[in-house]
């Protein structure tokens, strides 16, 4: 089993970065590929952008491949997501998760609201 905390989000103005953290426990943390998601208001949830296990490879949906960043730390069991340039569409409950996304691994997510 693996537990899943995101943190990191709050309210910044359109331009803005922020930067969320998803703090990882149980199994161990480097057998996985790990992916971020989010969920809109009124959406479905979506991929965002992924990491292999190796830190190197990485993943992204369209939207955001040129203003985010993922990353992990394996000695720190966290994944990271650096969000530039945001825009008032990238407000949503962001999750981590494995990728692909079990769905016992769900956590809260963590708000990000980009005001215009």
């Known amino acids: 089993q693996v537990q899943l905390v995101e943190s990191g989000g709050g309210l910044v103005q359109a331009g803005g970065s922020l930067r969320l953290s998803c703090a990882a426990s149980?199994?161990?943390?480097?057998?996985?590929?790990m992916g971020w998601f989010r969920q809109a208001p009124g959406k479905e949830r979506e991929f965002v952008a992924a990491?292999?296990?190796?830190?190197?490879?990485?993943y992204y949906t369209t939207s955001v491949a040129d203003r985010f960043t993922i990353s992990r730390d394996n000695a720190k069991n966290t994944v990271y997501l650096q969000m530039n340039s945001l825009k008032p569409e990238d407000t949503a409950v962001y999750y981590c998760?494995?990728?692909?996304?079990?769905?016992?691994?769900w956590g809260k997510g963590t708000l990000v609201t980009v005001s215009s």
């Open positions: 149980g199994r161990t943390f480097n057998n996985y590929a």
């Open positions: 998760n494995t990728e692909p996304p079990n769905t016992n691994y």
């Open positions: 990491i292999m296990r190796n830190g190197v490879n990485t």
